[in-house]
């Protein structure tokens, strides 16, 4: 094999020195001249570059950078040629033709196998010109800390003190901003590519893995080196959960893929505490701060990440319809081996070190701990079969994977598997809420700031006063959402309190639906907001549009959230008890809200067709404590906006249909990030 690509490129040399001879004779260029030699050795490296490109579709950016290594190859190689001429009398035109060739060619290949290394090191050389964008001014800043999320934390949500200081999340800002995240944050699609699918290497030998675009690593470094996905349990004190909530809705701003292993991560030690003995061994690596990728045994790891394999195709959100089997292997029951056989239809980060799976065991549906890789080094059965083409969050991969009677463990009673990893699916939806307000504010910041540069029919689109009204009223959503989602991650740090544990159990449902939907008409109206710029992909509002959809249907979709509401209030009605005694706080302070308290305890004693009209009674619970939750904590003129059009029937269906008020201003000012 080895000596067969050797043949090749050999023949491609000669190929390419004939044919860069042959086009400097017929531009002119007189034998043996350095011109001629120089032009000669660059033209076959440029043939090179060209043969590479139609053989492989490399993308089109490399050309340059092969065309520039055929440059540098060729001057290096006349350099050595003449040094050679003065030691060795006679090897004149031979050598440095001989040496301007070889080095055109190397050079050629050489940049275009190095591209990203070497653009890499460019950024860190020229990382003002590698930050510059010109045209139309696009925003330089990936994540903005305006100070508002660090007023929702002293919002009395966290009990405490907060555990992400400022320069924490400063710090995220700041690498955020770096000229390597932006240069990636806009090149084309973004990260929609990052991973590919290797499962036979060159040998006989299957490895079932994935390979991630440096970019990928050096994220997934920040979000666990700042504790991302175990700050609560490394330092569970009051405050932890809200705390870790900002730090994770700053930094998903910059990319919300590579966000999955990490919340996946975090909340499977929730599921893991279900059964001690597990959670001692694995739990002091999946709170580690280092980030250590491949797969080897956890115990020679410095840090492992969690994933988890619930959904088959024959069910979907319907897990108890699951047909993979769990043999057991010996006595089984909790903390006992088990043989799994089956197929799962959506498995996310699949180069995570373990997962939680479930499956049919004799007992009924139960929770396993399944690892990539055994204790003695060996490949667990784990067989990914293919990679998922998404519309977006393409950096993460998602794939579809066959188990044959792969090795794990039970976690919790056997039969009890949904009861189990529901504590991971609880924190996996706060997750996707935060995901949603991060998108949200990225959103928002886009628009206010593209309309602050952007002239149009003679003056600035931020001074126009529908403009005004557009932006305005998508920075009073985002604020709504960011509000609500620090309240539920409070909900979390107090969940101990069984008021506190009650709310939780429905608000985050609530939740859940609300924000990830409105997440996706947030993010069209700020593209929409940059005309035709923000429909290329030299925008990032592209890659925003993709990822809006994907929360609301992760972790359960807009009628299984719904749907969960109704059966809180059914089997746990202390919780509809606990929502009701939140958003009664605001009783009295604004005739809107009461009118609508009102309506939603109408819509509430109303059982007859529960099931049809359920959404209809979340939407109205949802708003009902977003706008609770403003009068209380929010800005007067946010939530006067916000119970005006959310609230009051006058409201109008898209954004943009604000009462005009001479406020708006201020609101979009508030949002609009200050660069």
Wanted: hydrophobic content about 45%; overall charge neutral.
């Amino acid at each position: 094999m080895q000596l067969g690509i050797l043949i090749v490129r050999v023949l491609v040399l000669m190929a390419a020195t004939a044919a860069g001879f042959a086009l400097a004779h017929a531009l002119g260029l007189h034998a043996p001249s350095n011109l001629f030699l120089g032009g000669a050795g660059f033209l076959a490296g440029v043939l090179v570059v060209l043969l590479e490109w139609q053989a492989r579709r490399i993308p089109v950016d490399r050309l340059f950078w092969g065309a520039t290594g055929a440059m540098l190859g060729v001057v290096l190689g006349l350099g050595l040629g003449t040094a050679l001429e003065a030691i060795v009398p006679g090897a004149g035109a031979l050598g440095r033709g001989l040496f301007a060739l070889l080095l055109g060619y190397l050079g050629a290949t050489v940049t275009l196998a190095k591209r990203d290394e070497l653009e890499d090191m460019s950024v860190k050389l020229f990382p003002k010109t590698a930050a510059r964008q010109e045209g139309d001014k696009i925003l330089d800043t990936s994540v903005i800390i305006d100070g508002r999320i660090v007023e929702v934390c002293q919002t009395g949500f966290l009990a405490g003190p907060l555990l992400v200081p400022q320069f924490v999340l400063r710090e995220l800002q700041q690498i955020a901003d770096s000229a390597d995240a932006l240069r990636r944050n806009r090149g084309k699609r973004g990260f929609d590519v990052l991973q590919r699918l290797q499962r036979v290497p060159r040998v006989t030998v299957r490895i079932d893995e994935v390979d991630f675009h440096p970019a990928w690593h050096r994220l997934m470094e920040v979000a666990i080196g700042h504790g991302l996905h175990a700050l609560p349990w490394r330092e569970p004190r009051p405050g932890a959960h809200a705390a870790r909530a900002a730090a994770f809705y700053v930094w998903s701003q910059v990319e919300g893929g590579h966000g999955c292993p990490v919340s996946m991560t975090y909340a499977a030690v929730a599921a893991l505490r279900n059964q001690p003995e597990l959670a001692e061994r694995w739990e002091p690596l999946m709170t580690s701060l280092d980030y250590d990728p491949g797969l080897r045994p956890h115990s020679a790891k410095k840090g492992v990440l969690f994933g988890m394999a619930m959904t088959e195709k024959q069910g979907g959100s319907d897990v108890r319809a699951n047909t993979t089997k769990a043999v057991p292997i010996g006595a089984g029951g909790p903390s006992g081996e088990y043989s799994l056989t089956g197929h799962k239809w959506f498995c996310s980060a699949p180069m995570c070190d373990a997962f939680l799976v479930l499956a049919q065991a004799p007992g009924g549906l139960s929770c396993f701990l399944l690892p990539r890789v055994l204790d003695d080094g060996t490949r667990n059965r784990f067989h990914i079969q293919r990679l998922k083409d998404k519309l977006g969050n393409r950096s993460n991969a998602s794939s579809e994977i066959e188990l044959d009677e792969a090795w794990a463990v039970m976690v919790g009673e056997e039969g009890r598997g949904v009861r189990t990893i529901i504590d991971m699916v609880n924190h996996t939806r706060l997750d996707c809420v935060i995901g949603s307000a991060s998108l949200m504010r990225q959103a928002v910041a886009q628009a206010t700031h593209h309309t602050a540069h952007r002239s149009a029919f003679g003056r600035l689109l931020s001074e126009q006063p529908l403009m005004v009204n557009v932006l305005a009223d998508i920075a009073v959503e985002s604020e709504a959402t960011t509000l609500l989602m620090m309240r539920l991650a409070g909900a979390f740090d107090r969940a101990t309190d069984p008021r506190e544990y009650a709310f939780r159990r429905i608000a985050l449902a609530v939740a859940k639906y609300w924000t990830c939907k409105r997440a996706i008409a947030v993010v069209a109206e700020a593209l929409e907001c940059h005309g035709g710029n923000g429909y290329v992909e030299e925008s990032i509002m592209p890659r925003l549009y993709r990822e809006a959809p994907l929360n609301s249907i992760w972790e359960g979709s807009g009628n299984v959230n719904a749907l969960d509401v109704l059966r809180a209030m059914t089997r746990e009605p202390d919780s509809l008890d606990a929502f009701m005694s939140e958003v009664e706080e605001s009783a009295g302070s604004d005739p809107r809200f009461d009118d609508s308290l009102g309506e939603l305890k109408r819509q509430l004693s109303n059982r007859d067709n529960a099931e049809a009209r359920a959404r209809i009674v979340v939407e109205l619970m949802a708003v009902v404590l977003q706008a609770s939750l403003l009068l209380r904590h929010g800005d007067p003129a946010v939530a006067d906006a916000f119970c005006a059009s959310r609230l009051d029937s006058r409201g109008g269906r898209t954004f943009g249909t604000l009462q005009p008020s001479p406020k708006l201003t201020g609101i979009v000012d508030r949002h609009r990030p200050q660069i």
